[in-house]
Nanobody, 124 residues
Framework: VQLQASGGGLVQAGGSLRLSCVAS????????VCWFRQAPKKEREAIYC????????WYADSVGGRFTISSDNAKNTAYLQMNRLEPEDTAVYYC??????????????????WGKGTLVTVSS
């Protein structure tokens, strides 16, 4: 099971980015996928999750109305569309997967599979 996250970069406040998380070794629709982020000197936090089969989605209050999670089963890829970005969104973003997401928000240690992070920097 492998995850490959990409799509980070430098963007001005108010701008948009789309992060991608390509899965290999498993079918992404069979797993719950979450996006986490970790800002400097802060704990890693879950911000958006979609359960297996897409039956449940959850998001943190801090990103509601601005971020959206989706997946493309044909590409075995999950996405995080981030709009109206704010400097406070600056962080390393990670995608993670689990056969079953253990509660919302999930704790990082409850997710067994992780991609490498992708850095998002939002300038003011």
């Amino acid at each position: 099971v492998q995850l490959q996250a990409s799509g980070g970069g430098l963007v001005q406040a108010g701008g948009s980015l789309r992060l991608s998380c390509v899965a290999s070794g498993f079918t992404i629709d069979d797993y719950g996928v979450c996006w986490f982020r970790q800002a400097p000197k802060k704990e890693r936090e879950a911000i958006y999750c979609i359960s297996n089969r897409g039956t449940v989605t959850w998001y943190a209050d801090s990103v509601g109305g601005r971020f959206t999670i989706s997946s493309d089963n044909a590409k075995n890829t999950a996405y995080l569309q981030m709009n109206r970005l704010e400097p406070e969104d600056t962080a390393v973003y990670y995608c993670a997967a689990a056969e079953e997401i253990q509660g919302y928000p999930p704790l990082p240690e409850s997710m067994p599979y992780w991609g490498k992070g992708t850095l998002v920097t939002v300038s003011s």
